[in-house]
């Protein structure tokens, strides 16, 4: 019933950009608290973004502040990741993930979640 699909990932250089989008259905998109959240290789998936249900409230991992840009648009039920001055670090599978009642807080439980979306990052 509830579906969260990303896109937009792919393969760039260092210090290049990608925008990733989360396309959610089959739930009221508006109340939810939206997550990014990424894994690579490894390693534990980990805490990237977060927004608010109206936008007011953003999050972000130390390590992409500043770079990242999280944004939602209620009537399109989406949310977005804006990738900049990527680095190879950043490489990974990045997923989208749904928060009742959250307002994008890293330590939460999002209890939706979508497939990935792969991004790798070359040097």
């Known amino acids: 019933q509830v579906q969260l699909v990303e896109s937009g990932g792919g393969l760039v250089q260092a210090g290049g950009s990608l925008r990733l989008s989360c396309v959610a259905s089959?739930?009221?998109?508006?109340?939810?608290?939206m997550g990014w959240f990424r894994q690579a290789p490894g390693k534990e998936r980990e805490f990237v973004a977060g927004i608010s249900p109206n936008s007011l409230t953003t999050n972000y991992e130390d390590s992409v502040k500043g770079r990242f840009t999280i944004s939602r648009d209620n009537a399109k039920n989406t949310v977005y990741l804006q990738l900049n001055s990527l680095k190879p670090e950043d490489t990974g599978v990045y997923y989208c993930a749904a928060d009742r009642g959250g307002t994008g807080q890293a330590k939460r439980t999002y209890e939706k979640w979508g497939q990935g979306t792969q991004v790798s990052v070359s040097s």
């Open positions: 089959g739930l009221t998109f508006r109340i939810y608290g």
